[in-house]
C-alpha cells in the first residue's frame, strides 16, 4: 500500500467483514514495530502522545498543531492506514471543527474519530443535539475534501460517569451514525454483554471496542459478539511505561535488574536500519 488513497480503501475494506485489531502506536518507532508484527491498520492515541511531552491526556493541554504532526509522523512511519484520535476536534465551534477536520485529513489519515466529551468537568458532555451537529460537520469537511477518509463517532458516556451509560450510549451512536459516522465507539463498556447489546443496537455499522487492561474474555469472544475492530487506546503505552519506570527504580536503587527484560540492541537497530 504505498498511496495514501490505497491505504483509505484498505482501511474501509477492513471494515467491511470479521474482527480485526487495530492497536495504537504513540510514536514513529512504536509504530513502525507493530507493522512488522503483521497487524493491518494502526490508530493514534492522544494520551499515549501526551505522555511523552510530560502532558495529561486533555485537548487543553494538548496543542493541536502537536497533535496533527504525531499524525503525521505515525502515518509517514508506516505504510498501513492510521486512524487518528482526534479528540473532539480541538474546536467548539463548528467552523473550526471542519477547518481543523479538513487539516487532519491533509496529514494522510484514512480514519479520524470525534467524540462528544467537552472537557469540563461541570458538563463533561455536550448536549445530544449538539454533539449530532458537530458530528454532521466533520462528515461534511470529510466529503468537501472528496478524500476517502471515515468518520468515527465515539460516545464517552461510560467515560464521565453517566448515570444511564450504556442506554445513553446507544442512543447517541444511532444518532451519530444517521449524521454521518461509518464507525461507531463508546469506549468503557466493561462486559460481553455491555458489548453485545451496542452491537445489536447498532447494526449493520461496525463497532470499536477498546481493551486496555486485563479483561476475561479474548479476541474471539469480541468477533463472536460481532465487535468489527478492538483498538487498545494508551495501553501499550503504559506497558512501556510501565518497564521503563521499574526498570528506572531498581537502577536508583543501585540496582541493574530491569535491564533483565530488555529488547537487544541489534533487534532494534536492525527493525529500523531495514
Known amino acids: 500500500m504505498s498511496t495514501v488513497a ?6 474501509r475494506k477492513l471494515h467491511e467483514s470479521g474482527c480485526f485489531i487495530i492497536p495504537n502506536p504513540w ?3 512504536s509504530a513502525r514495530y507493530l507493522e512488522s508484527l503483521g497487524f493491518k491498520a494502526l490508530a493514534t492515541t492522544s494520551s499515549g502522545f501526551a505522555f511523552t511531552q510530560a502532558l495529561p491526556d486533555h485537548p487543553k493541554a494538548l496543542q493541536l498543531d502537536a497533535m496533527l504532526a504525531n499524525f503525521k509522523q505515525i502515518v509517514d512511519a508506516t505504510s498501513l492506514p492510521v486512524n487518528a484520535d482526534f479528540q473532539a476536534g480541538y474546536s467548539e465551534s463548528l467552523d473550526g471543527l471542519q477547518a481543523n477536520v479538513k487539516r ?8 479520524l474519530s470525534i467524540e462528544d466529551s467537552t472537557g469540563d468537568p461541570a458538563k463533561p458532555l455536550y ?18 475534501s472528496g478524500q476517502d477518509v471515515m468518520l468515527v463517532g465515539r460516545a464517552e458516556c461510560f467515560l464521565v460517569g453517566h448515570e444511564n451509560a450504556l442506554k445513553e450510549s446507544i442512543a ?8 454521518g459516522a461509518d464507525v461507531l465507539f463508546t469506549p468503557g463498556t466493561r462486559t460481553l454483554e ?3 447489546e451496542v452491537v445489536r443496537s447498532l447494526a449493520p455499522k461496525p463497532v470499536n471496542v477498546i481493551v486496555s487492561g486485563k479483561v476475561d474474555f479474548h479476541f474471539q469472544d469480541l468477533a463472536d459478539a ?10 501499550l503505552a503504559r506497558a512501556a511505561w510501565a518497564g521503563f519506570m521499574q526498570a528506572a527504580k531498581k537502577l536508583h536503587e543501585g540496582s541493574f535488574d530491569g535491564f533483565a527484560w530488555n529488547a537487544s540492541f541489534a533487534e532494534l537497530n536492525g527493525l529500523f536500519g531495514q
Not at 490505497?6 to 482501511?11: E, G, P, Q, V
Not at 487532519?104 to 480514519?111: E, L, N, Q, S
Request: glycine residues 8%; contains cysteine.
Open 6 to 11: 490505497d491505504r483509505r480503501a484498505a482501511f
Open 27 to 29: 510514536d514513529a518507532g
Open 104 to 111: 487532519c485529513i491533509d496529514t494522510g489519515v484514512a480514519g
Open 127 to 144: 448536549e445530544r443535539a449538539e454533539a449530532v451537529e458537530r458530528m454532521k460537520a466533520a462528515r461534511a469537511a470529510i466529503d468537501a
Open 172 to 179: 447517541r451512536l444511532q444518532a451519530y451514525a444517521e449524521a
Open 194 to 196: 455491555e458489548v453485545r
Open 226 to 235: 460481532g465487535v468489527r475492530r478492538i483498538s487498545v487506546g494508551s495501553a
